[in-house]
């Protein structure tokens, strides 16, 4: 009788490699499990992290003491921490590494969970409210929402298998994504050029560590940025710091994946000067926060592509930063005389002073709907079209924050407009349960790709996939907090990047062995 199981010679001799993990059908494998020491650690952890995430914080939040009145706005809130702390704890115990959906779950447990439920309880706000406390409700129960519409698009994401590459005449079949290694150099040479343009644009590597407030005259001085449109000093800012932190991490994949890479002195050389060069235009001094946090969670995933304890601690660790550290890591914003000293009298004091205005601004976003309407497309394709200069297109959209900011009557403009939010400016309801679903969909199955690029069977140290995946975990932050018009044009310089250097090279059956 003939064996149903063709053995592994045969496939290796007939150029057909298959791990011992692959899925049955014609889908892409998933990658294994973890061993059963860590199952027994994460069932072990499992207790203290849900009951720490999901009871104990949000307890000790509920009896601070202030002047929040407890109505449907408080339970809402309330649900909505439990259940973004809920989903964050599945990410951290997962036998599986979700980079995207857990860095979603961190950001919505606490930018819309942790603090505006310290901010209902207390009775504060960073940004007032102007409208009807019911539109505080809406904005609360459109939020948590979205987060099952989330669910729901993942979900729907893991229940259909991924696609394998259909196999050529000559018994190969087109690969993934991998990085050109002549482009690669030339994108190492275009990251020194745009970077020592934009240090020389501003006067020097000294201005780079004095603040943000120093680098930012220093660009409406330098003549870059014209009235009325910063196009130009965003093209200039986005070109000397993304190619120079695209260049860093594949090289930093090279060196933590490649033996032969690091036995290779120019590999080493080309990695310290890319490092010295970030130091520069990428230092915590003066960039933003949001922006340095995208820099080092995707150096982090990249140096530690396989490393499930590095993604469980950075998930975890995460929550405690953004309560205790995020919000007084502005301290380089300013300069001396500009410095707002930081007094707190309570730990979550900061969470309702500082920063978090996410939930607040949606309410407010609200109800500046309420007055004018819905723009049905008009300010996601201004953020699409983020590029053109609106001394060509005249009536392109401002960013959602400045509009509800202008129509708030406040002078400092420069607030958050959460993803909720912009769906929500342009289709309502339907726009942000389809919105949603939409990008958990695909962050579910980015997440799943992103797992296979960095295993073994993976495409090797070249591969796009294992670059871009952090660099977006990372950016996610930027995205969700928003506006989209601001955050989309790194984004864009790094998605050019990473097209000019991509290759599709057919995968040989040599290699698959």
């Known amino acids: ?302 140096a530690f592509p396989s490393s499930a304890a590095i993604y469980r601690v950075v998930l975890a660790t995460g929550v405690v930063g953004a309560l205790v550290v995020f919000p007084y890591a502005d301290r380089f914003r300013y300069d001396d005389e500009g410095q707002r000293p930081a007094q707190s009298a309570s730990v979550f004091e900061p969470l309702v002073t500082k920063d978090y205005d996410q939930m607040v601004m949606f309410a407010n976003t609200i109800s500046w709907v309420d007055t004018r309407g819905h723009t049905y497309g008009r300010q996601l394709t201004g953020s699409a079209l983020f590029f053109v200069p609106r001394a060509v297109w005249s009536g392109k959209p401002e960013d959602t924050g400045v509009r509800v900011g202008q129509w708030m009557g406040l002078r400092m403009t420069n607030l958050s407009a959460p993803l909720w939010t912009e769906f929500w400016v342009d289709f309502g309801a339907s726009g942000v349960i389809g919105g949603l679903a939409l990008i958990g969909y695909a962050v579910a199955r980015t997440d799943r790709r992103y797992a296979l690029a960095v295993t073994r069977a993976g495409p090797g140290p070249g591969s796009v996939l294992a670059i871009a995946a952090p660099l977006l975990a990372g950016y996610t932050f930027i995205l969700l907090r928003g506006p989209l018009l601001q955050a989309a044009g790194k984004l864009a310089i790094a998605a050019l990047c990473l097209l000019l250097i991509s290759t599709f090279k057919e995968r040989r059956a040599a290699r698959r062995r």
Not at 82 to 108: D, H, K, N
Not at 190 to 217: C, D, H, T
Request: charged share 10%; aromatic share 10%; net charge positive.
């Open 1 to 302: 009788m003939t064996s149903v199981h063709t053995s592994a010679q045969e496939r290796a001799a007939r150029g057909v490699a298959r791990p011992e993990w692959a899925g049955p059908g014609g889908g892409v494998p998933e990658p294994p499990e973890q061993p059963i020491a860590w199952s027994m650690l994460s069932r072990a952890l499992s207790v203290p992290l849900i009951l720490g995430l999901v009871c104990f914080l949000p307890a000790v939040i509920a009896a601070q003491p202030g002047s929040g009145v407890r109505d449907t706005a408080y339970w809402l809130q309330l649900v909505l921490t439990c259940y973004a702390g809920a989903r964050l704890a599945t990410m951290i115990l997962s036998t599986r590494r979700r980079l995207l959906q857990g860095v979603f779950w961190m950001f919505v447990y606490i930018a819309m969970g942790v603090a505006p439920f310290a901010q209902v309880v207390i009775g504060q706000t960073p940004t007032p409210m102007v409208g009807p406390r019911q539109d505080l409700v809406t904005a609360v129960a459109m939020v948590l929402v979205g987060c099952a519409a989330f669910d729901l698009g993942a979900l729907l994401a893991s229940r259909r298998p991924l696609r394998r590459p259909a196999p050529s005449t000559r018994g190969t079949g087109a690969g993934p994504a991998v990085a050109h290694p002549l482009r690669l150099r030339l994108l190492v040479l275009v990251a020194f050029a745009a970077s020592a343009f934009y240090v020389l644009k501003l006067g020097g590597p000294s201005v780079f560590f004095s603040s943000r407030q120093e680098i930012n005259e220093t660009v409406a001085a330098s003549g870059v940025a014209a009235e009325g449109s910063n196009v130009g000093s965003a093209f200039v800012k986005g070109f000397g710091q993304v190619p120079a932190l695209l260049a860093l991490l594949f090289y930093a994949r090279r060196l933590a994946t490649s033996y032969r890479a690091r036995r290779t002195p120019s590999t080493a050389l080309v990695w310290v000067a890319l490092v010295a060069l970030n130091l520069v235009v990428n230092n915590p001094v003066s960039n933003a926060r949001y922006w340095f946090l995208t820099v080092l969670m995707a150096f982090v995933f990249t």
